[in-house]
Antibody, heavy 119, light 112 residues
Framework: QVQLQESGPRLVKPSETLSLICSVS????????WNWIRQSAEKGLEWIGR???????NYNPSLESRVTMSVDTSKNQFSLKLTSVTAADTAVYYC?????????????WGQGILVTVSS | DIVMTQSPVSLPVTPGEPASISCRSS???????????VDWYLQKPGQSPQLLIY???YRASGVSDRFSGSGSGTDFTLEISRVEAEDVGVYYC?????????FGQGTKVEIK
């Protein structure tokens, strides 16, 4: 059973950078696409973007200027950086997996991490 | 951007009875490979979303055959043949065809 676990600071100050890591266990991180999705009461579920293990990103244009995603195959982790955060970035952040060209949905999700942007 | 619109917003259901949720997209989700790029997810209380249906009608591994997805183009339906108490939660459709991927606003299913 594949398990995903988000980790990182739960409180970030306005204008600073939100950094999260998703650790993947029980399966190799290779050959898959890795997504970040967030959920807030105001916007519901919002797809942030995805990255393929071996390069290539798709980012939500509304966030693209502030988002960076990367994959560390040696640690079986992938990460999200979101710069210049505001209160509007307060949300539960989820990581999730998809199979890319052999698409079969977002088949595994992390439990989510609540990140609050506040001074 | 593709907009996903679900109805109803809230759905009270009786255990043992069928239930149906509609999802409409602002653009066709039919890819030229013949697949409709729409998924269905269930978010149970206090949990992360879980995949039920992908590519319109394919049940994810381990999902009960009480759940089925149908539709093509811009109109899609999730049906539960016989609702059970464990099916309560918020159901979302999502389109993974075009960036940015987008979710519907959700349909809350609760037991009457």
């Amino acid at each position: 059973q594949v398990q995903l676990q988000e980790s990182g600071p739960r409180l970030v100050k306005p204008s600073e950078t939100l950094s999260l890591i998703c650790s993947v266990s029980s399966d190799s991180i290779s050959r898959y696409y890795w997504n970040w999705i967030r959920q807030s009461a105001e916007k519901g579920l919002e797809w942030i973007g995805r990255r393929y293990t071996y390069g290539g990103n798709n980012y939500n244009p509304s966030l693209e200027s502030r988002v960076t995603m990367s994959v560390d195959t040696s640690k079986n982790q992938f990460s999200l950086k979101l710069t210049s955060v505001t209160a509007a970035d307060t949300a539960v952040y989820y990581c999730a997996r998809d199979r890319g060209g052999q698409y079969e949905g977002l088949d595994y999700w992390g439990q989510g991490i609540l990140v609050t942007v506040s001074s | 951007d593709i907009v996903m619109t679900q109805s109803p917003v809230s759905l009270p259901v009786t255990p043992g009875e069928p239930a149906s949720i509609s999802c409409r997209s602002s653009q066709s989700l039919l890819h030229n490979n013949g697949y409709n790029y729409v998924d269905w997810y269930l978010q149970k209380p206090g949990q992360s979303p879980q995949l039920l249906i992908y590519l319109g009608s394919y049940r994810a591994s381990g999902v009960s055959d009480r759940f089925s997805g149908s539709g093509s183009g811009t109109d899609f339906t999730l049906e539960i043949s016989r609702v059970e108490a464990e099916d309560v939660g918020v159901y979302y459709c999502m389109q993974p065809l075009q960036v940015p991927w987008a979710f519907g606003q959700g349909t809350k299913v609760e037991i009457k």
